[in-house]
Each structure stands twice: as structure tokens, then as C-alpha cells.
T-cell receptor
Framework: EAGVAQSPRYKIIEKRQSVAFWCNPI?????LYWYQQILGQGPKLLIQ????????DSQLPKDRFSAERLKGVDSTLKIQPAKLEDSAVYLC????????FGSGTRLTVV | DQQVKQNSPSLSVQEGRISILNCDYT??????FLWYKKYPAEGPTFLIS?????DKNEDGRFTVFLNKSAKHLSLHIVPSQPGDSAVYFC?????????????FGTGTRLQVTL
């Protein structure tokens, strides 16, 4: 079974620029999550999708972050404009309970 | 508000000995608990879980214990191996149908020495 695919692996941008991350979940998984992991902290949920509907986006900074899941499969997470404090690893996961994470995208905002 | 706490940022254990990683939680709605293991530059990998209806779950060298009255769980690794060196995250969920948002602790870095 293929895992959760994420791209890019690394991204460096200047503050106020925009950036987008892509995720392809495990085939057949209806639930998809985006987590943010800041250095020294545990992952924090940004948004949860069930198929292409949003289940929970209560911790998504909606003034700058947006996410979509087209046709209930792939998902993109966008930040516009980026701030220094957005520097983190962005993790995508799919499944239920003991779900599978991708390798993440490490974002550095300078 | 840190609902899941791992108070030990790091732990060093000799190969072959027992590793005990601890986790405390404050939200009494949590009823499913998981441990994830994370190597550098990789995403967290699911290791073992336990439901609140149990107090112990075992999988090979890994055992998770849950003390609901104390709101405490622990992960025991016996015997510890050098490949177990990683960051371990405790996570908790309040089961609500298919919703399974996980709340994570800050992690404990385990180093298994020769």
C-alpha cells in the first residue's frame, strides 16, 4: 500500500509571499488531515476533511490559510501572505484513529 | 491550554533495558490514546493505541498502560534497542463517530545507548 505523498519536501520563502503544499492520501481513505508542527512542539490540527467536506477547521488561521480537497482525493494547503511564525513542518495524514502521516513539508519563512 | 502533556523532553536508556515514557492528559472526554514514533525528516508513525475500556495493550516489545483515574498513560519498551531511538509522541482523541482529531503532546526524545 502506497503511503501518504506530500510535496514539496522543503520550501524557503520570504515573509508576505505565498506558498502551497500538496497532499495525496492513501487510496480509499475518506478522511484527510493537515497538521502543523512547530519545532519543539507536537503536531497541531489545522483542518480535517471527510471526503471533500470540512469537518473541523477551528484552528486554521483563515485570514491567511486556506485548504481544499478536490473530488475527495488530493488536497492543497495554501498560505498567503506568509509570516515568520508560519515556519514549521506541515504534515498531511489520512485514515481514522491510528492514521498514516506523510513525510511533511518543511517551510522556512525568512 | 496543553491538554496532553509529556513532561520529560528526553530520556536515555541502555540497550536491553526497559524504556518508560509517560504522558498525562487533562481532558476527561478523551477515550482513545495513541503513541507515535518519529524519526528525523519523516512523519510520525503509528506505534500502538489503547481504548479507555482497557488498562493495558501489548504489541511485541511495546506495551501501553492506561490509568484513567490518574489521567495517565505510559509506554513501556522492553528490551530497548538502538533502532528505538526517536521522538515519541503521545496523542489522544475523543471518539465522535468518524471524527478523530488527535491532540498531541510535545514529545519525548528517547536515546538508546549501546
Amino acid at each position: 500500500e502506497a503511503g501518504v505523498a506530500q510535496s514539496p519536501r522543503y520550501k524557503i520563502i520570504e515573509k508576505r509571499q505565498s506558498v502551497a503544499f500538496w497532499c495525496n492520501p492513501i487510496s480509499g481513505h475518506a478522511t484527510l488531515y493537515w497538521y502543523q508542527q512547530i519545532l519543539g512542539q507536537g503536531p497541531k490540527l489545522l483542518i480535517q476533511f471527510q471526503n471533500n467536506g470540512v469537518v473541523d477547521d477551528s484552528q486554521l488561521p483563515k485570514d491567511r490559510f486556506s485548504a481544499e480537497r478536490l473530488k475527495g482525493v488530493d488536497s492543497t494547503l495554501k498560505i498567503q501572505p506568509a509570516k515568520l511564525e508560519d515556519s514549521a513542518v506541515y504534515l498531511c495524514a489520512s485514515g481514522n484513529y491510528g492514521y498514516t502521516f506523510g513525510s511533511g513539508t518543511r517551510l522556512t519563512v525568512v | 491550554d496543553q491538554q496532553v502533556k509529556q513532561n520529560s523532553p528526553s530520556l536515555s536508556v541502555q540497550e536491553g533495558r526497559i524504556s518508560i515514557l509517560n504522558c498525562d492528559y487533562t481532558n476527561s472526554m478523551f477515550d482513545y490514546f495513541l503513541w507515535y514514533k518519529k524519526y528525523p525528516a519523516e512523519g510520525p508513525t503509528f506505534l500502538i493505541s489503547i481504548s479507555s475500556i482497557k488498562d493495558k495493550n501489548e504489541d511485541g516489545r511495546f506495551t501501553v498502560f492506561l490509568n484513567k483515574s490518574a489521567k495517565h498513560l505510559s509506554l513501556h519498551i522492553v528490551p530497548s534497542q538502538p533502532g528505538d531511538s526517536a521522538v515519541y509522541f503521545c496523542a489522544a482523541s475523543a471518539l465522535t463517530g468518524t471524527a478523530s482529531k488527535l491532540t498531541f503532546g510535545t514529545g519525548t526524545r528517547l536515546q538508546v545507548t549501546l
